[in-house]
């Protein structure tokens, strides 16, 4: 219950200002044999080239949530679509993880094709690497998402 209030409180601050996007994701995680697909939920802020981006993951047949905090700069535009590079990094919620060692770094890129002014689709690569006791949570992610911009 207290993520969903700290998320709430994240959309109502970023909600003051303006070009704010919100945002839906899928996401394949490929860390291991398992079935790790998931969906999520993102806020983020776009100040020229650079942006900043909150979300908020949970696999979905596995309890494990992930919240992220995500920077990125806008590299090249081709055409209508946007490359974004992203660095950031994830706090993981799972039992079995000791208090301590639950953050993993994330580095990747994104790409965005507008569909109408406000409308955009999103793919995300990320790699994922944490510490000893996250290890297993090391590896490559793909996000496909739709998001909307105030």
């Known amino acids: 219950m207290k993520k969903l209030v700290l998320l709430a409180t994240l959309m ?3 909600g003051v200002a303006s070009a704010v996007e919100v945002g ?3 996401s394949i ?16 802020q ?31 535009t081709l055409g209508t ?3 974004t ?3 950031g990094v994830t706090y993981l919620y799972d039992k079995s993880i000791k208090q301590g060692d639950r953050y993993v770094g994330i580095v990747g890129a994104g790409i965005t094709v507008p569909v109408t002014k406000q409308v955009g689709l999103t793919v995300d690569y990320r790699y994922e690497k944490g510490g000893i006791d996250v290890k297993r949570f090391d590896g490559n992610t793909v996000l496909v998402g ?3 911009t105030f």
């Open 85 to 87: 590079g992203k660095a």
């Open 146 to 148: 739709a998001k909307y």
């Open 12 to 14: 109502a601050a970023f």
């Open 81 to 83: 679509a946007t490359l």
């Open 46 to 76: 776009h100040f020229g080239k650079f942006s900043i981006t909150t979300e908020a993951d949970r696999e979905i047949k596995r309890n494990l949530d992930k919240f992220s905090g995500i920077a990125g700069y806008d590299v090249v």
């Open 24 to 26: 839906v994701n899928g």
């Open 29 to 44: 995680d490929n860390y291991s044999d398992k079935d790790r697909s998931g969906a999520g939920l993102t806020v983020g």
